[in-house]
């Protein structure tokens, strides 16, 4: 399977986004919009055949500190490599445009996502049960060379 990486937008994000079953509650174009209005972001999609399968958002919180904030791949493409592919292009982006540290957050629940992070060097800083008891939320932290 080919594909292709390049910055996409909203519209394409919430195509993927509302493809995503483990999404209770999939983002809103105007949820979406609310965060990023103030501050640099970068948002990349992976397209097949020209439509958006997969995405990866995130947006500076400090002036060297970027957040991986949202990435989803939907099923049938999973197993590709299409999301180690969207972190890769991530994180050259990051090391080019100045940014010395990316963090992201996950949940327990979500073990592909967990398991690519530790492989691509992103080292656990925090972890806590939601209120619930349903699941952990773990944050992690990769240092740019």
């Known amino acids: 399977m ?5 910055t996409g937008t909203l519209e394409e994000l919430i195509a993927v986004e509302d493809q995503i079953p483990e999404f209770t509650t999939p983002k809103s174009k105007e949820g979406v919009m609310n965060r990023l209005k103030r501050t640099p972001f970068l948002l990349l999609v992976a397209k097949v055949d020209d439509v958006p399968v997969a995405y990866k958002l995130g947006y500076e919180v400090e002036t060297c500190h970027f957040y ?4 989803a791949v939907i099923p049938a493409y999973r197993g590709s490599g299409i999301a180690q592919s969207l972190l890769d292009a991530q994180e050259k982006w990051c090391a080019s445009n100045g940014y010395r540290s990316i963090s992201v957050k996950s949940m327990n629940k979500f073990k592909s996502m967990l398991m690519m992070l530790i492989k691509n060097n992103y080292h656990i800083v925090d972890c806590h049960r939601l209120s619930d008891g349903s699941d952990s939320k773990i944050s992690f932290l990769k240092r740019l060379n």
Do not use: H
Request: charged fraction near 10%; avoid cysteine.
């Open 2 to 6: 080919n594909w292709q990486i390049e």
């Open 68 to 71: 991986s904030w949202l990435g």
